[in-house]
Nanobody, 126 residues
Framework: QVQLVESGGGLAQAGGSLRLSCATSGFTFNNRVMGWFRQAPGKEREFVAAIGRYSSHIRDTDSAKGRFTISKEDAKSTVYLQVNSLNPEDTGDYYC???????????????????WGQGTQVVVSS
């Protein structure tokens, strides 16, 4: 049974940091590209970051640069998302997902992911 369980969300103040975790089971973790997506209230789910065996990608926007770090521990089948310098625009539900493809050109495409967690909510107050 495939499981992805996010944790680490909550209420945070602007300027602070959060580390989100996603513990997985039921599939071969180190063979998968793992991604983080977020969904702000009333908006579509959007790509945040992804990590493969040898590289990672972060959302390519000015607001994201330098603030997000994705990492993973294969031994624990867990992927992490560190978010620094939080701002209210970071508020939303954060989801981790496992991709069915390894092609880097697809990492930001939501359609490339087949397994999803239930999400963890992040609320950033100003």
């Amino acid at each position: 049974q495939v499981q992805l369980v996010e944790s680490g969300g909550g209420l945070a103040q602007a300027g602070g940091s959060l580390r989100l975790s996603c513990a997985t089971s039921g599939f071969t973790f180190n063979n998968r590209v793992m991604g983080w997506f977020r969904q702000a209230p009333g908006k579509e789910r959007e790509f945040v970051a992804a990590i493969g065996r040898y590289s990672s990608h972060i959302r390519d926007t000015d607001s994201a640069k330098g603030r997000f770090t994705i990492s993973k521990e294969d031994a624990k089948s867990t992927v992490y998302l560190q978010v620094n310098s939080l701002n209210p625009e970071d508020t939303g539900d954060y989801y981790c997902a496992a991709s069915f493809t390894s092609f880097e050109t697809t990492w930001a495409d939501i359609r490339s992911y087949e397994y999803w967690g239930q999400g963890t909510q992040v609320v950033v107050s100003s």
